[in-house]
């Protein structure tokens, strides 16, 4: 059998696939109970998809539930942390685009 040459390990789970994915960026994330995610940098939207159940707060009580796999546009602008009172552990990918993109 032969090797597959090894290609470059990318950080933070990038994976650009052609010039209009350079910028963006892809993250599989985990929290357990009480972690909190923090906000983009300026100008960047969100789109976040759950692997598992989720149910974040903000810091201003606001509530985010959603099932697995059903995706939640974020948008751009969030300032604060997204912080995991399921209960126990959760898991979900984070797709970050440019400020001004749609879903």
């Known amino acids: 059998m ?12 990038e994976v650009p696939r052609s010039d209009a994915d350079r910028n963006r960026r892809r993250e599989g994330c ?4 009480g972690d909190s995610f923090p906000p983009p940098d300026k100008g960047i939207a969100e789109l976040l998809i759950p692997v598992s159940d989720v ?3 903000t810091q201003s009580d606001v509530h985010v539930r959603k099932a697995s796999g059903k995706a939640i546009w974020m948008g751009a602008g969030r300032t604060s942390d997204l912080t995991n009172v399921s209960g126990g ?8 685009l440019p400020a001004g993109a749609t879903p």
């Open 2 to 13: 032969e090797r597959a040459e090894s290609l470059p390990r990318r950080s933070r789970g």
């Open 30 to 33: 985990s929290a357990l109970a």
């Open 55 to 57: 149910d974040f707060k």
């Open 89 to 96: 552990p959760v898991r979900f990918v984070v797709v970050e």
